[in-house]
């Protein structure tokens, strides 16, 4: 069966992720939440919209007094389209991610990035799943130089990240069936402009995770498109 994720995009304060999340219950069991620096992307998202990791409620989970919203209704998933995540690894994961993906485009160096990986402590692997995620335009030899190192891979819909909306960058149907060729067994997401028209296409391709934000949100039979997407 597919999973099914949805994607909270955009948030600008604790309270709207916390109520974006809130209607989420019911329908869904993991969610993706996007982390946009504005440097990295050009959008921001808590908590870089104010006062980035002094936020007042970041700072509350990651010294464990308060979780994430919802944290015992849903597995989080978080999408790190920022500048630092490899530099501030240790951090991120104190607010509680099921998984957590890196952009190849703002890692930096390949084989510095492959080093880290690598040396992330079992106890936290063993935890936390490794993802990384790639936009349409880059060269697929550089993702398939990581693969052995991570648990999946998140093709990326379109080059323009960080924006709810945007629609599927053809090309993608290819890249997943190459990846899908030369990894049978490798789990592989698709964020983007996933809906009820390319979602059959994309699994047809290969894709075994459907990244849904603008289509789930704007449905008017939530739980309904997400079992249809389930069944393809």
Not at 81 to 97: C, R, S
Not at 110 to 129: P, Q, T, V
């Amino acid at each position: 069966m597919i999973e099914v994720i949805a994607s909270v995009l955009p948030f600008q304060t604790f309270e709207e992720l916390k109520n974006k999340i809130g209607s989420l219950r019911g329908i869904v069991s993991t969610i993706q939440i996007d982390f946009c620096d504005g440097i990295f992307v050009p959008s921001k998202t808590w908590p870089f919209i104010s006062d980035g990791f002094q936020d007042y409620d970041f700072q509350k989970i990651i010294n464990e007094e308060q979780g994430m919203p919802f944290w015992d209704e849903f597995d989080f998933e978080f999408d790190m389209m920022v500048m630092n995540a490899v530099e501030n690894f240790d951090i991120y994961t104190k607010l509680g991610p099921r998984r957590m993906i890196f952009h190849l485009e703002a890692v930096g160096d390949l084989e510095d990035f492959r080093n880290f990986l690598e040396g992330i402590d079992l106890y936290i692997r063993d935890s936390i799943e490794i993802g990384i995620a790639f936009k349409p335009s880059m060269p697929l030899e550089k993702v398939f130089s990581l693969v052995s190192s991570v648990d999946f891979v998140q093709c990326m819909g379109n080059d323009k990240v960080g924006f709810g909306g945007v629609s599927l960058d053809e090309k993608v149907y290819n890249r997943i069936e190459l990846l899908r060729e030369k990894y049978p067994d490798l789990p592989i997401e698709i964020d983007i402009g996933v809906n009820e028209q390319t979602a059959p296409l994309l699994v047809k391709a290969g894709a075994t995770k459907l990244i849904t934000g603008s289509a789930l949100f704007n449905s008017i039979d939530k739980i309904g498109l997400v079992e249809k997407l389930k069944n393809l």
